[in-house]
């Protein structure tokens, strides 16, 4: 006799590489404006059919020690519509989901997750199995019209920090701390600030300047003046 087999394992990845599922995207930028919209496609390569659900939570605080996922259930606070909300999938097809945001007038950007999750039936098997389901999850960066993320080095005492005075993220890379024209050290600073997040600098400096590659939507090499004194 078959066993039936409910149990599953699954994995959350925000990487679109692994087979069972693909994204073609894993982060998607959106304004407040009326009718602003943007898909991800999820493709199948898998020999099953794939039977998918997405859940839309709403990041609180992001960046800060007391961020918080809360996940979006009542109609009547949903901010962020993802279409269709489940989906059927065939081996070797792709699927459209569409995102789009009602926030209007927004003084700072929202922040969401969609996390694309494979749902399991009963599994027949002639001996006690686990099968493992590979879900994904999407940022989605809802910023207001004319938002910008604003950069500036400041110092605290021997304490130096890199901020987003912005309204919007930012992620930060290859930063170097360049005292003179000639000479450039590089540092181990790097990641997503949002909009006021600080990450520190540990390393002296004096004078010269901050360089580093920004990127929002589009990226960008930023210089930025060192403070002499506080």
């Known amino acids: 006799m078959k066993k039936i ?3 599953a394992v699954f994995l959350l990845l925000t990487m679109p590489a692994l087979a069972g599922m693909s994204l073609d995207k894993i982060i998607v930028y959106l ?3 009326p009718n602003v919209r943007e898909d991800i496609v999820v493709s199948n390569p898998d020999e099953e059919t794939l039977y998918l659900k997405t859940e839309v939570y709403r990041v609180d605080n992001p960046g800060f020690e007391d961020e918080k996922r809360i996940r979006v259930v009542d109609p ?6 993802v279409s269709p909300a489940k989906a059927v999938i065939g081996s070797g097809e792709s699927k459209r989901f569409r995102m789009m945001s009602l926030e209007r007038d927004l003084t700072k950007e929202k922040v969401y997750r969609v996390t694309f999750r494979p ?3 009963d599994i027949e098997s002639d001996r006690t199995a ?4 590979v879900a994904y999850q999407a940022l989605i960066f809802v910023q207001p019209q004319n938002g910008k993320y604003q950069l500036e080095v400041t110092r605290q005492g021997d304490r ?11 992620e930060v890379s290859n930063v170097q701390y360049c005292p003179d024209a000639l000479n450039c050290q590089k540092l181990n600073v790097g990641g997503r600030l949002y909009a006021g997040n600080t ?4 390393v002296p400096m004096q004078g010269g300047e901050l360089v580093l590659l920004a990127q929002g939507r589009e990226a960008e090499q930023i210089r930025l003046p060192i403070p002499v004194s506080q």
């Open 5 to 7: 087999i409910t149990g």
């Open 31 to 33: 304004d407040d404006s």
């Open 76 to 81: 009547k606070e949903f901010k962020l519509l």
């Open 119 to 121: 749902v399991v039936g």
């Open 130 to 133: 686990v099968k493992i389901l």
């Open 160 to 170: 130096w920090s890199l901020k987003n005075n912005g309204n919007i993220n930012v």
């Open 199 to 202: 990450v520190s600098l540990d």
